[in-house]
Structure formats: C-alpha cells, structure tokens
C-alpha cells in the first residue's frame, strides 16, 4: 500500500538555520501536501505541489516534487522557534478512489 | 467561518470504558473523515463519510471501533470497550464534494487509555 515516508524522523537546527526534510512514496499520485503539527495542536495545511508541477514555493517554504524518484522535499529557510512542529507529507493516490495518505512525520527541533 | 472543531480535546479514560468523540465539520462539507496518529507512528485513515453514508471504513481498526454521521453534519467515534493500544490522537477532517485533497482538519482528540 502506498505510505509517505518522512526523513528524517527527527531534526534539530540553530534557529536562522535552513531545514530540509524529505518525503518518499511509492504509487502514482495526484498531488503532494505538506503539513504542521504543533505540539497539542492540529494539522495545519502548510502547502500543496500537484503532479505535473516540480517546485513551489509559500513564503519561507519551499517544496520540490520528483515523480521519477516518487520524492519530496520541504524546505524551511530561516528557520525560528515558532517552526517547531512536526510535519507530514501526505499523497493522494493518482488511482481509483481518493484517498489521503500520511507519513509518520518529521519531528522538527528549532533551539532559539 | 468556523473550522474543524472536536470535542473533547483530551480524554483520560480506564481499560474496558466507553469514550464518544465527536466532530462538527466546516459547515456545507459532505465529506467527513476520521484519523488516529499513535504515538511515533504514521497518521492513519480511519473511514470517510459523504454525508451521512461511510464511503470508505477500511481503515477502522476493529468493531470495538463505531462511526455515526446522523443526518449528515456532525460525526460521532465510539470507542466501546477502550483499549490500551487505542491511545492516540484522533483527528477529524472535512472537504467539499470532489476536492478530497483540501482537507481542513479538526485540532484533534487526544485520548489517553490507562
């Protein structure tokens, strides 16, 4: 069955430092989307890179798609304590119904 | 607009007791979904309402799990008798017809089974 896969799992950088966190699959999919969980908190949807799209970009955040690798990457720049948070990609299956998939997450550490 | 809300946002209960959690989609949402994040472990579809019918269950654990969506608004998840293993957070998730992917999530449930 199809499964993002976050890496690393956990990550812990200088604030004003750039965090790379990189997210694998292994179907076809639609699109891509990158998600915040703040400890207690809910998702937050941070981003969405559709299949036929290779970079984009919101603010601080940069997401790249490679479908020939079934991989992902989020890029936070400038990182600040308030990026502390863990992050999910999940996929949407390309095939038949629709269904979101989540991985395990990245567990992002940002020491002020 | 209101988002996702859920109730309650924490649940402490014992082995063998019942707990209701419930969600109250973004009103106009016909689709409604159930999650469980275990602790360390991959957020994990639970099922999919479209309106009041389950689209898609297989996701439910096992029968101590049961998902209701009474008249198509808010959703209720019983868990009847808890386990251990079902602590976790629980979050639920609502988007419109045909736009699966742009769900907006609840703040989650945390249920704490001792």
């Known amino acids: 069955s199809q499964q993002g896969e976050e890496d690393p799992q956990a990550l812990s950088i200088q604030e004003g430092e750039n965090a790379t966190m990189n997210c694998s699959y292994k179907?076809?999919?639609?699109?891509l989307q990158w998600y915040r969980q703040n400890s207690g908190r809910g998702l937050v949807h941070l981003i969405l890179?559709?299949?036929?799209?290779r970079e984009k970009h919101s603010g601080r955040l940069r997401v790249t798609l490679d479908t020939s690798k079934k991989s992902s990457s989020l890029l936070i720049t400038a990182s600040r304590a308030a990026d502390t948070a863990s992050y999910f990609c999940?996929?949407?299956?390309?095939?038949?119904?629709?269904?979101?998939?989540f991985g395990i997450g990245t567990k992002l550490q940002v020491i002020p | 607009e209101a988002g996702v809300t859920q109730f309650p946002s924490h649940s402490v209960i014992e082995k063998g007791q019942t707990v209701t959690l419930r969600c109250d989609p973004i009103?106009?949402?016909?689709?409604l979904y159930w999650y469980r994040r275990v602790m360390g472990k991959e957020i994990k579809f639970l099922l999919h309402?479209?309106?009041?019918?389950?689209?898609?269950e297989s996701g439910m654990p096992n029968n101590r799990f049961l998902a209701e969506r009474t008249g198509g608004t808010y959703s209720t998840l019983k868990v009847q008798p808890a386990e251990l293993e079902d602590s976790g957070v629980y979050f639920c998730?609502?988007?419109?017809?045909?736009?699966?992917?742009?769900?907006?999530f609840g703040p989650g449930t945390r249920l704490t089974v001792t």
């Open positions: 009103s106009g949402h016909d689709n």
């Open positions: 890179i559709r299949s036929n799209e």
């Open positions: 179907t076809s999919i639609n699109n």
């Open positions: 998730a609502s988007s419109q017809v045909g736009r699966v992917y742009e769900q907006y």
């Open positions: 999940a996929t949407v299956y390309s095939g038949g119904y629709q269904k979101v998939t």
């Open positions: 309402f479209v309106k009041e019918s389950k689209q898609d």
